[in-house]
């Protein structure tokens, strides 16, 4: 039985975790789903936007299946220089733009994978939190990484060392989400936003996302000069004439990601 969901409408794919019995918790299964569908919108031209979120009104996700996690029958060291050890949340990736729409909770890997998205929005009565520290571990798919470049070190250091909860009007204060809609419009708005974002020049909109990704991790100079390379690559683009002459012509530009 399929544990995600997978439908395009247009230039937007939605990705749907389908287990609101387990508040849509990762288990093996379902991450294998997962980079199946990653792969098929990597692959397909006709893809802009994705928008992730999770059945039921509940849970976006509450992280891993804990219930389904294997007994570990091999050692650290061989698994981290065997097989590998990177997990689907913490090595999520692709050029095109991830709108995550948390339609409940979104706890430990949960959030570590709404984190790994571009942009979130959230429904009212949304909650949020990495309570490992309260376990014994820590946030192990980009928890420690991504909320401090997220939120900013001080609250991080709060979330992450009191493992507390916090509502959707304290993640919309403190930056972690865009935006808060009703639970009955969430998806909806999701998807409009998805469309906006996939009605822009394709090229230009994957070379922003890759420049601000990858920019985090340089010298702003050196970040400059990279933004001011890929604006020569994208310079004689057909879809940088065509917008040009949409916006004499007074029409919509038609992008082809070219």
């Not at 990653?38 to 928008?51: K, M, Q």
């Not at 698994?79 to 999520?92: C, L, N, T």
């Not at 571009?118 to 949304?126: F, L, N, V």
Request: aromatic share 4%.
């Amino acid at each position: 039985m399929a544990t995600v969901r997978f439908s395009v409408e247009g230039n937007v794919a939605t990705v749907t975790l389908d287990r609101p019995e387990a508040m849509n918790a990762i288990d093996p299964e379902t991450e294998i789903e997962l980079r199946d569908v990653l792969a098929r919108i990597d692959a397909d031209g006709g893809i802009r936007a994705v928008v992730l979120t999770g059945s039921g009104e509940k849970a976006f996700c509450s992280g891993a299946d804990l219930k389904k996690t294997m007994a570990i029958s091999e050692s650290y060291a061989a698994k981290a220089f065997g097989a590998g050890d990177e997990s689907f949340v913490s090595s999520f990736s692709t050029d095109k733009p991830v709108i995550c729409a948390i339609n409940g909770y979104a706890l430990g890997g949960g959030l570590e994978l709404a984190l790994a998205c571009d942009i979130r929005i959230a429904a009212a009565h949304a909650r949020f939190g990495l309570p490992e520290v309260k376990v014994g571990t820590i946030p192990g798919a980009g928890g420690t990484q991504r909320l401090p470049r997220t939120i900013g070190a001080s609250d991080a250091m709060l979330m992450l060392l009191t493992g507390d909860m916090i509502d959707a009007a304290e993640a919309l204060r403190l930056g972690l989400i865009s935006r808060v809609v009703s639970a009955g419009e969430l998806l909806k708005e999701a998807q409009a936003l998805a469309g906006r974002i996939a009605a822009n020049a394709p090229l230009s909109v994957r070379a922003i996302k890759r420049l601000v990704t990858d920019g985090r991790a340089l010298p702003l100079n050196e970040a400059i000069r990279l933004e001011r390379l890929v604006w020569g690559l994208l310079r004689d683009t057909e879809d940088r004439l065509e917008g040009r002459r949409a916006f004499q012509e007074k029409r919509p530009p038609n992008y082809v990601g070219r």
